[in-house]
């Protein structure tokens, strides 16, 4: 399976603190997403990136891409408390020919 | 634009009950996709829509799952019968262009279904 597996599995930091959220996944890419969902509401989409890119910035958003290392990470500096949520990551195989796979997830909990 | 609506937001069913959920995506967008997520597990693919055309249906659990989308608007999934294990939000998404084409999803907030 080339199933994400977010790293850790639940987070708490204190408000203004930054959060970092680890993927891993198995096989070979086209690209690598991540979502946040709130608690009882759909996944939203936060970034893509693709298979040739190593680094990519949204708003206090930064995810890093090491294909070397079959490896994700997704930081969100000066956290909110509004920025608890469970992130997920989610692969594309390279071949194209299969689904959007996700991971279990990383409950981030931003302490006020 | 309005986003993706899934319908019912809740479902509490017996054993051996049909439930229909449905999904209507986003206006325009071709690719529609059935999630499932049961308690504390990944999130699981069910299948994928190109219009009115299965596309991938490999993570359908059993021919007791049934998707359909006529005319390649809304979408329907049926469960008969259901059974306890078939618990969980399931998530309907849509994307203009397909994840292989890095279209990102777009997702509705979800049915959740209980089997008692």
Known sequence: SQQGEEDPQALSIQEGENATMNCSYKTSINNLQWYRQNSGRGLVHLILIRSNEREKHSGRLRVTLDTSKKSSSLLITASRAADTASYFCATVDISGNTPLVFGKGTRLSVIA | ?116
């Not at chain 2, 659990?61 to 008969?80: C, D, H, I, M, W």
């Not at chain 2, 294990?85 to 203009?96: L, N, P």
């Open chain 2, 1 to 116: 634009e309005a986003g993706v609506t899934q319908f019912p937001s809740h479902s509490v069913i017996e054993k051996g009950q049909t439930v229909t959920l449905r999904c209507d995506p986003i206006s325009g967008h071709d690719n529609l996709y059935w999630y499932r997520r049961v308690m504390g597990k990944e999130i699981k693919f069910l299948l994928h829509f190109v219009k009115e055309s299965k596309q991938d249906e490999s993570g359908m659990p059993n021919n007791r799952f049934l998707a359909e989308r006529t005319g390649g608007t809304y979408s329907t999934l049926k469960v008969q019968p259901a059974e306890l294990e078939d618990s969980g939000v399931y998530f309907c998404a849509s994307s203009q262009d397909s994840a292989a084409n890095n279209s990102p999803l777009h997702f509705g907030n979800g049915t959740r279904l209980t089997v008692t």
